[in-house]
C-alpha cells in the first residue's frame, strides 16, 4: 500500500477548513509580497534617496561654516543657507555621540547607515523624538547641531499602509468566508441527506446553491425517488407472485387430488391443468420481464424511429392483432426514414410491445403513430376501449394494479404489469408515460414523451 504524501497529514480533512485554506492561502500570499515590496521601497530606497538629499544640505552648510573668517560670520551664511531648506542650525551646539533610535524603527538603520557613509564627520544621531532628527558633526568653531523635521528623510507613517492592507485583508477574507458558508452549507446538507439515506432514514432535503450543487442536490433527489420505487416494486412484486400464483397452484393441486388413479385423465381435465401451467408460466414471465427491464444496463445506440416503428406495427399484425400504423409526423412532413435518436432499442420495443397489447386486450381497434418534436419524440398509441378514468390514471402505472371495472377482461388477464413496465422505460430514458383521451378513436391514448 503506498504511503499517503507527508504534506497530507497536515492539510485540513473537512470541506470548511479546505475552503478557508483555499481562500486565506492566496491572500496571505498576495499581502506578504505587497508588504515585502513596500518595505524594500519606502523603508530603504525611498529612505536612503531624501537622507542622500538632506546629506547635500548638510554638507553644503558645514562647508560655508568651514569657510567662513569668523563665528559670526559662520552663523550668518549658516542661517541664510538652513532657513529655505527648512534647517535648524545651532553653533556651538550640543555635542551628541552615537546613535538614539527606537528598536522598532527600521527606516532609522537606513537614515543612520546613509548619513555616516555621506558625512564621515558625523558623530551622533538622535531619532527618538520620531517627528525631528538631530545630527550633529564637528566645526573648527565647536560642535555644530541640525535639526530638521524626521519626514525629510522617510516616509511619514508608513505603518499605515501596513495596517490598511491587513484591515482589508482581514475584511475581504470575513466577508468571503460568510459566502463561502453559504454555498458549502448545502453540499453539507446533501451529505447528511445521503448518509441517513444509507443507513435507512429519509431526511427532508431541498436543492439550494449554486446551479452546479442544485444539479447535484435534484440528481440525489432522482436517484433517492427511483430507489424508493425499485424498492417498492420489488416488494409488490414479492407479495404479487405469492398472490397471483396462489389461485392456479389452488386449481391444479384440486384437479390433481380429483383424479382417479385407477383411470386415465379426461381431456378436459388434462386440458385445464394444462392451462393452469400456462397461466401460471405468464404469470412468471411477466415477473421476470419486469423485474430484467430494471436490471439490464443496455447502453444507447442510435436509432431509425420510423423504421423501427414499421417494424413494430408488421410484427403486431402477423400476430392477427388489429393495428393500424398510424402518422410518423415531424413537423409539416413525415419522419424520414434517416432521423436516427440515441435509444435503447431493447428497452423500448418491451415498452411500445407492452402498450398495443393493453390497447389491442381492450379495444376493437389500435393504432400506433409518432411525433417528432425539435425537442422531444412522442410514441403514441391508441385504441377504441373504455378508456382509463382521469381520476385513476396515476393509479393505472402501479405495478400489479387492474383497473378491472374500467378496462374489458374478457380478452385475457394480465398481472398489471405492462403499463408499469413501459413507464420504467420512458423513466429509463429520461421521459415519461402520460395518458390522454384518444383523439381519433375515441378510446385511450397512451404516449411515451422521450426528450432529443
Known amino acids: 500500500m503506498a504511503q499517503e504524501p507527508w ?37 530603504d530606497r525611498v529612505t536612503r534617496q531624501m537622507t542622500t538629499s538632506i546629506a547635500s544640505e548638510l554638507a553644503l552648510i558645514s562647508a560655508r561654516i568651514e569657510a567662513a573668517p569668523d563665528l559670526a560670520a559662520a552663523r550668518a551664511d549658516a542661517e541664510a543657507l538652513a532657513r529655505p531648506l527648512g534647517l535648524t542650525v545651532m553653533l556651538p551646539g550640543e555635542a551628541l555621540s552615537g546613535i538614539d533610535r527606537d528598536f522598532f524603527d527600521f527606516s532609522g538603520l537606513a537614515v543612520v547607515s546613509e548619513l555616516r557613509r555621506l558625512l564621515p564627520a558625523v558623530t551622533g544621531i538622535d531619532l527618538a523624538p520620531r517627528n525631528s532628527v538631530t545630527v550633529s558633526m564637528p566645526s573648527r568653531f565647536g560642535p555644530l547641531e541640525f535639526v530638521f523635521e524626521r519626514n525629510r528623510v522617510s516616509a511619514s507613517n508608513p505603518h499605515q499602509l501596513l495596517v490598511l492592507m491587513l484591515a482589508t485583508s482581514l475584511l475581504t477574507s470575513g466577508i468571503a468566508f460568510i459566502f463561502l ?86 381431456p378436459a381435465e388434462i386440458e385445464a391443468m394444462i392451462r393452469d401451467v400456462d397461466d401460471m408460466g405468464q404469470l412468471l414471465d411477466s415477473f421476470l420481464t419486469f423485474a430484467r427491464d430494471a436490471s439490464e444496463a443496455e447502453p444507447a445506440r442510435p436509432l431509425a424511429i420510423a423504421p423501427f416503428l414499421r417494424s413494430l406495427a408488421e410484427d403486431s399484425q402477423r400476430a392477427g392483432q388489429a393495428l393500424q400504423l398510424g402518422a410518423l409526423s415531424e413537423g409539416e412532413g413525415s419522419i424520414p426514414d434517416s432521423t436516427e435518436i440515441p435509444l435503447r432499442e431493447t428497452l423500448l420495443r418491451r415498452a411500445v410491445v407492452n402498450l398495443i397489447n393493453n ?54 388477464q394480465g398481472v398489471g404489469l405492462g403499463l408499469s413496465i413501459a413507464a420504467d422505460a420512458a423513466r429509463a430514458h429520461g421521459g415519461q408515460l402520460r395518458f390522454a383521451d384518444a383523439l381519433r378513436l375515441g378510446g385511450l391514448r397512451a404516449e411515451i414523451v422521450l426528450p432529443r
Open 7 to 43: 504534506i497530507k497529514r497536515f492539510l485540513p480533512r473537512g470541506l470548511y477548513g479546505r475552503a478557508a485554506l483555499i481562500l486565506l492561502l492566496p491572500v496571505l500570499s498576495v499581502t506578504l509580497v505587497v508588504t515585502v515590496t513596500f518595505l524594500q521601497r519606502h523603508f
Open 181 to 266: 458558508r453559504n454555498q458549502l452549507r448545502p453540499i453539507r446538507r446533501l451529505a447528511r441527506a445521503a448518509e441517513g439515506f444509507g443507513r435507512g432514514r429519509n431526511l427532508p432535503f431541498r436543492p439550494a446553491g449554486a446551479t452546479e450543487v442544485r444539479a447535484a442536490g435534484t440528481a440525489f433527489l432522482d436517484m433517492r425517488a427511483r430507489i424508493e420505487r425499485q424498492i417498492e416494486q420489488r416488494t409488490l412484486m414479492l407479495s404479487g407472485v405469492s398472490h397471483d400464483l396462489r389461485t392456479p397452484l389452488t386449481r391444479l393441486r384440486l384437479g390433481l387430488t380429483m383424479l382417479d388413479p385407477d383411470e386415465p385423465p379426461e
Open 359 to 412: 390497447a389491442v386486450r381492450y379495444g376493437e381497434q389500435a393504432e400506433l403513430g409518432a411525433t417528432l418534436g425539435p425537442r422531444s419524440l412522442v410514441i403514441w398509441v391508441e385504441d377504441d376501449g373504455p378508456g382509463i378514468p382521469e381520476d385513476r390514471r396515476a393509479e393505472a402505472l402501479r405495478p400489479f394494479t387492474r383497473l378491472d371495472p374500467a378496462r374489458n377482461q374478457d380478452r385475457g
